[in-house]
């Protein structure tokens, strides 16, 4: 029995970043968790103005 990665349905390779992950999906939160120097602007519609947001903080399970 194999477990299913929740994130594109490949077979996991185990539980990382709080979710159960394949090795492709686990290389690709490792490099977009740890890069926390870009900010991308978000239109925040209930405030009516621009927000910036980290990139890592946008990448969850």
Known sequence: MFLECLICGDIASGYN???I????CK????RN?????????VYNE???E???INQGDTFTC
């Open 17 to 19: 970043y709080e979710c």
């Open 21 to 24: 992950t394949c090795c492709s």
């Open 27 to 30: 290389v690709f939160f490792h």
């Open 33 to 41: 968790h740890d890069n926390k120097a870009l900010d991308h602007p």
């Open 46 to 48: 209930k405030e009516n």
């Open 50 to 52: 621009l927000e910036f």
